[in-house]
């Protein structure tokens, strides 16, 4: 008789390449991967040669925190056509800017039900692993930081 743990484990990979930072295999290590200039102090998001704000190249890669808050959002209320890989059957989800510590906002899906959304929200950095097919993506969104204070 086969059990499932006779098949290798399925390769995991980043939801982008230079996005991530961390061990795709402990998903608790996996953080925002940022780019921080030394010329012009701007802080952005990825792993990158050049500064986008500048154009310089005195760059360094830095972790970014796993806090922010709720700028914007918008609801996903109809299913994105093509290769989407949320939950069957569809349901509506948050799609927010996150403004971080650091400055900058980064566009992901808000997992909390659609009408807790509330501009301000204290929200943490959230790693996943989402199971496609042929491997593991480690993907992220962002939720709800319970016992952090709304700062709007
Ligand atoms: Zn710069």
Redesign the pocket.
Known sequence: MTSTNDSPAPVRVSLREGLLLGELYNISSVRLAGCK??????TSLGERLI??????S??STVALGNVGTLWSFTVIRHRPPGDYRGPTPFAPFGLGLVELTEGLRVLSPIDVDVDALEIGLPLRFHPYVRHDPEKDVVAFSYVPNLGATLDV
């Open positions: 200039c030394a010329d012009c102090g701007e500064c986008p704000n500048c154009g310089q005195d760059v």
